[in-house]
């Protein structure tokens, strides 16, 4: 989990999966013979690097250091930024204790309750973009060509650099 999380933050704070276990492989420095193993030859080609890469983003999802969207593109939380690790087996308490109690709320037939008043998201965007500091504004804009489908997204960050990479 914690390599993980390093990963999404060297990436900008925003990645594919792909990125992400490239970025996690180089991290912890995994072999080649490491990165061949299959997690269950018999059901599926997915290496045990792959299925266990899932399970963390799976986890940290629930915890709410990190979410995706549809365009399979993970990206830190605000929460996810502030913290430095995580105690992994504090993470999974959490998380099954959070499904027990769904289990439960699920049986007792509780309905969920809508949150307040609709605000209107334009109007929310416009005044994010507005207060944005400049480099958190080009990571959105890389989050936004990560949706778009561009690959290896790189913001430079400095003045005068020419702007960002993108391979489509």
Same mark, same amino acid.
């Given at each position: @989990?914690? !390599?993980?999380?390093?990963?999404?933050?060297?990436?900008?704070?925003?990645?594919?999966?792909?990125? #992400?276990?490239?970025?996690?492989?180089? #991290? @912890?420095?995994?072999?080649?013979?490491?990165?061949?193993?299959?997690?269950? !030859?018999?059901?599926?080609?997915?290496?045990?690097?792959? +299925?266990?890469?899932?399970?963390?983003?799976?986890?940290?999802?629930? +915890?709410?250091? #990190?979410?995706? /969207?549809?365009?399979?593109?993970? /990206?830190?939380?605000?929460?996810?930024?502030e913290i430095g690790q995580v105690d992994p087996m504090a993470v999974k308490r959490f998380v099954r204790a959070q499904q027990h109690a769904q289990r439960e709320s699920e049986a007792e037939g509780d309905p969920e309750e809508e949150a307040g008043v609709e605000v209107s998201w334009k109007e929310e965007l416009l005044n994010e973009l507005l207060r944005m500091d400049p480099s958190a504004f080009e990571r959105l804009v890389q989050r936004v060509l990560r949706e778009s489908g561009f690959i290896q997204v790189e913001v430079t960050g400095r003045s005068g650099d020419g702007g960002m990479t993108a391979r489509e």
């Open positions: @989990m914690n !390599p993980l999380l390093h990963a999404l933050r060297e990436l900008g704070g925003s990645g594919t999966n792909e990125e #992400i276990n490239s970025k996690v492989t180089a #991290i @912890m420095g995994l072999s080649d013979s490491q990165l061949e193993v299959i997690h269950n !030859p018999d059901r599926s080609s997915q290496t045990e690097v792959e +299925y266990r890469l899932h399970w963390a983003r799976t986890f940290l999802k629930k +915890y709410g250091l #990190i979410d995706n /969207s549809a365009r399979g593109v993970w /990206s830190l939380t605000a929460k996810g930024k």
